[in-house]
């Protein structure tokens, strides 16, 4: 069983730049594509970012230019980067790992499209 772990979530004020990190247990990570995604009371989980296995990116259009998502294959951690927080980004962050290697009908955006996925990061406070 894959397990995914994110962190560095916590309180921040608006304005401030925060780092989630999503760590994998599975060693051939580098063939996973991942997802961010996240989640705020009564409402659906909703898509923030992703990386393929390949490198490619894509970001929600609500926060294109403040949002990296990096990714370290030799560590198995995944990162979201998000700089200029505000207070629509509170929500609880997960990160999402998608097995397939296969891209071309990919749907970044779709969560079912994920195989696995961690507790979740909070992020609260002013932000």
């Known amino acids: 069983q894959v397990q995914l772990e994110e962190s560095g979530g916590g309180l921040v004020q608006a304005g401030v730049s925060l780092r989630l990190s999503c760590a994998i247990s599975d060693r051939t990570f580098r063939r996973y594509s991942m997802g961010w995604f996240r989640q705020v009371p009564w409402k659906e989980r909703t898509f923030v970012g992703a990386?393929?296995?390949?490198?490619?990116?894509h970001y929600v259009d609500s926060m294109k230019g403040r949002l990296t998502i990096t990714r370290d294959n030799t560590d198995n951690t995944v990162f979201l980067q998000m700089i200029s927080l505000k207070p629509e980004n509170k929500a609880i962050y997960y990160c999402e790992a998608r097995t397939s290697l296969e891209s071309s009908s990919w749907t970044p955006d779709n969560k079912d499209e994920y195989d696995y996925w961690g507790q979740g990061s909070q992020v609260t406070g002013d932000a």
């Open positions: 990386m393929s296995w390949s490198g490619d990116v």
